[in-house]
């Protein structure tokens, strides 16, 4: 390996310090930026501190802020908490600091670098936990203000230096009615910047929420949480999983487009929307996924995209549930639609297709026949294949329907799901 591409992995696993397979890619970022900070502060450090001029105890904060540093990465990596190692380099930090000023007094603004623990604290850790640091920083500057006119004006020569013969550790009091006025100009402009910081945050938060709030209305969590974690701000990379044991169901409204002709389409939608949104309640009830509405059908399985042994059996609660809904309906309504349901088991592909209104659908051999028992089964019938029958025939009754073409398949047998066998749990 050439010294370029060890260099390229030694820093890959530098900035990857702290990451857990359980993060998501903004916690990885934010432990990558956290580590990367920590490395250029030291680096940072350790040349400012050989300078000619720079003091013994000046360099013995720096040495301390670097310990520090050093401390906090090996927090990250033995904890995998970027909370836990945040607080680690930032309490050290506000501690150095204040010693650093009680030497150096406000040189450069020096007193300003406060203002960078909650704002730091805002991008890593998020607004809420960033309110903690905000008042800590404060806290730690009042107290800096208010100790401070009482400290004795005195010499040390452990701070003489080329530059400050005198060697002053600690400012006298005179010095007081100026850093006053600095503290007020301190305050006002910390909090205006963190106000400014966290309600941007806040707003990025809402929107990412929102966002992920739509994706989940199309899309399953887990796929949707693959997605939202891509590295790529564009979908060019496919998600297609295999899955050995699903149930599929398809379920369509018998009668439905003779209704359409009658009743106008602010109706129509009316009737769809309330059928099928309790068709969704049904699904959520029995961990079945919904896959997708295709016209007045309705398609959902179960065992995916997280496997479920009780696939077979969750579909066919929800299939009676679903003939139930239609029932009730058509009791408070005076309509007259019925449902005809087809459920197969067996091997599916389950992926993520297209760019724009992304749709989580299921393909293979399964899905065809699941549809065919749709198709070919009687109103207010529910109608397995036999794949299905065998995992269900210890809690359930069936009744044979005989054979029916299934193109690619030939004849097979079907099977029409009556109820719970008797003493077992109602359907």
Not at 34 to 57: G, H, N, Q, Y
Not at 168 to 196: C, G, M, N
Not at 205 to 220: H, I, M, S
Not at 281 to 296: L, N, P, Q
């Amino acid at each position: 390996m050439r010294a370029s591409e060890r260099i390229s992995a030694a820093t890959e696993r530098l900035f990857a310090v702290g990451h857990d397979t359980n993060d998501s890619l903004r916690s990885r970022r934010a432990k990558s930026v956290f580590a990367a900070v920590l490395l250029v502060f030291v680096i940072f450090t350790i040349v400012e501190a050989v300078e000619p001029d720079r003091s013994i105890i000046v360099r013995c904060v720096d040495g301390v802020s670097v310990l520090a540093c050093l401390f906090g990465i090996a927090a990250l990596y033995l904890t995998r908490s970027l909370p836990i190692a945040f607080a680690i380099v930032m309490g050290s930090g506000v501690l150095v600091q204040a010693a650093y000023y009680a030497i150096n007094g406000n040189r450069d603004g020096d007193f300003y670098v406060f203002l960078l623990i909650p704002a730091a604290a805002i991008s890593l850790l998020g607004p809420s936990k960033s309110v903690y640091y905000l008042i800590i920083v404060l806290t730690a500057a009042s107290a800096i203000l208010m100790v401070d006119p009482f400290l004795p004006g005195l010499q040390s020569s452990w701070n003489e230096t080329p530059t400050n013969p005198k060697g002053w550790l600690f400012h006298s009091p005179d010095k007081f009615r100026l850093r006053q006025h600095e503290a007020e100009s301190f305050f006002a402009i910390t909090i205006l910047v963190y106000a400014l910081l966290y309600s941007s945050a806040v707003a990025l938060r809402e929107a990412n929420a929102r966002t992920e709030a739509l994706l989940l209305n199309v899309l399953p969590r887990s796929i949707a949480s693959r997605l939202m974690d891509d590295d790529n701000t564009k979908l060019d990379r496919s998600i297609a999983d295999r899955f050995d044991d699903v149930t599929v169901l398809f379920a369509d409204l018998v009668g439905f487009t003779d209704l359409s002709r009658r009743i106008g389409s602010d109706e129509l939608v009316r009737v769809l929307n309330r059928l099928f949104s309790e068709f969704d309640r049904i699904a959520s009830r029995h961990d079945v996924e919904k896959i997708k509405t295709i016209g007045d059908a309705y398609m959902a399985a179960c065992g995916l995209p997280e496997p479920n042994t009780n696939h077979a059996e969750n579909i066919a609660k929800a299939a009676f549930e679903m003939l139930q809904a239609v029932h009730s309906f058509n009791e408070d309504s005076g309509y007259r639609l019925e449902l005809r349901i087809g459920i197969n088991t067996g091997e599916v592909v389950a992926g993520v297709i297209g760019e724009q209104r992304l749709l989580y659908d299921l393909w293979g051999e399964a899905v065809n026949i699941a549809s065919r028992m749709e198709s070919t089964s009687k109103p207010g019938i529910i109608q397995t294949t036999e794949a299905t029958m065998v995992l269900l025939r210890n809690q359930f009754e069936f009744a044979s329907l005989g054979e029916i073409d299934v193109k690619g398949q030939g004849r097979i047998a079907t099977w029409q799901l009556v109820g719970r066998k008797t003493g077992s749990e109602p359907a």
